[in-house]
C-alpha cells in the first residue's frame, strides 16, 4: 500500500545574490545589451523595465543560460555561473504564456519539475500540494488546467517554478496576458506571496505600473544601456535623467533655472519656472548629476491643482481636455503656446475651453539636466 503523503514544509530562504556584471550582447552592429551591471541582494525582488527592444528579455536570457554574453559575467553568491546550462543553474522560471501542459492536472503541472530531477511520486505529491497552499490554490491539485481563470494559471505557473526551490526566480511579463481587474489583482498576490517565501527574483515587464506594485527596486534601461535603479519613488520622484522623467509616470518638461546650485547635491535648491511670462519659485528636488543651472522641471499631474485664473500663486490657462477615470477626472491645461500639462482632480465642473489656473501643490519639484 502506498503511503500518505506528508506536507513538506518549505525550506528555509537560501542566502542568494545575483549579480550581473558588466553583461553585453551584440546581434550584429546592434548592441541589445550594453555594459549592463545590477546588483539583485538575497530576498529582493528587481524589475527590469524598459520599452520593446530595450534589451530585457535578451538579459533575462542571459541570466537563465538561454543566451551567452559577448562580454560580461552572471553571479550566484560571487560564483561565476555563465557558462553553466539552464538546467545547472537551479533557476524557476514563470513565462509569459504560464507553458501549462493542458493534457496534465494542476498538480500534474507543478509537479512536473520534481519528476525530471528524480524526485519520488509521494513527495512529488506533497511538495505540489504545498507550493499550491503557497499561492493560494490549496486543494486544486485535481483540476484540468483548461478549468482555471487566467489568474489562476499564472499562480500555477508560479508554483510550478517555485515547487523545485529555486536560488533565484525569473519571471518574464508573467502579468501581460491578464485583464485591467485580473491583473492588478494579481500583482498584489504576487508580491505578497515572493515577501512570504523571501525569494531572489529577477521579474521583467515593460508595464511600469507591474514594476511599480510588484518590485523593491526597479531598473530602467534603454537600448541596453542602464539608466538609473532604485525603489519606484526614487525613479518617479528624483528622476537621473530626461530620458527617465519621460519614462516613468506621465510628465510635462518645462525649462526653467536651478539656483544657488554647484553641481552637487544641495539640499536648499530653488528652482524658477518661467511660463508665460509668470515666474514661480519652488524648492527643487536638485540631485547632484546637474551639471548647468539650465535645466527642465518635472511636472507631474499628481503634484498641479485647478485653482482661480487670477490665483497669485498660479498660471492661468485653458482646459483643453477631460476624461473621467476612477473616481478623478483627468484634466488638460494649455498655460502657453509650449506648455500643457496634465492633472488630476475631484471637482467635476470644468468644461473644455474654460479658463482656470494651474499651481504646484507638492515640493521638491524634479529637475533633470537639460
Known sequence: MERVPTPHPPSPTPQTRLSLQNLSRRFGASAAVDDLTLEIASGELLALIGASGSGKTTTLRMVAGYEA??????????KNITSL??????????????????????????????????????????????ALNNVGLGG????????????????VALARALVIEPKVLLLDEPLSNLDPTLRRATREELRA???????????VTHDQDDAFAVADRVALIQRGRLLQVGTPEELHDRPASRAVAEFIGHSTLVKARLDNSDGREARGDRVTITIADREREYAASAPGYTRSPDVFAVLRPEGLALAAPDAASAWPGVVTGRRFAAGLV???????????????????GVAEGERVGVSVTREPVAVVDV
Not at 90 to 95: A, Q
Not at 140 to 155: I, M, N, T
Not at 330 to 348: G, I, K, M, P
Open 330 to 348: 483627468v484634466y488638460h491645461v494649455r498655460l502657453s503656446d509650449a506648455v500643457e500639462v496634465q492633472l488630476y482632480s475631484t471637482d467635476r
Open 193 to 203: 506571496t515572493l515577501q512570504r517565501l523571501g525569494v531572489t527574483a529577477l521579474f
Open 85 to 130: 546550462p539552464p538546467a545547472r543553474r537551479d533557476f524557476g522560471m514563470v513565462f509569459q504564456h504560464y507553458a501549462l501542459f493542458p493534457h496534465m492536472s494542476v498538480g500534474e503541472n507543478v509537479a512536473f519539475g520534481l519528476q525530471a530531477r528524480g524526485v519520488n511520486r509521494t513527495d512529488r505529491v506533497a511538495r505540489a500540494a504545498q
Open 140 to 155: 486544486a491539485a485535481g483540476r484540468p488546467v483548461q478549468s482555471l481563470s487566467g489568474g489562476e494559471q499564472q499562480r
Open 69 to 78: 554574453p559577448d562580454a560580461g559575467a552572471v553571479l550566484l553568491d560571487g
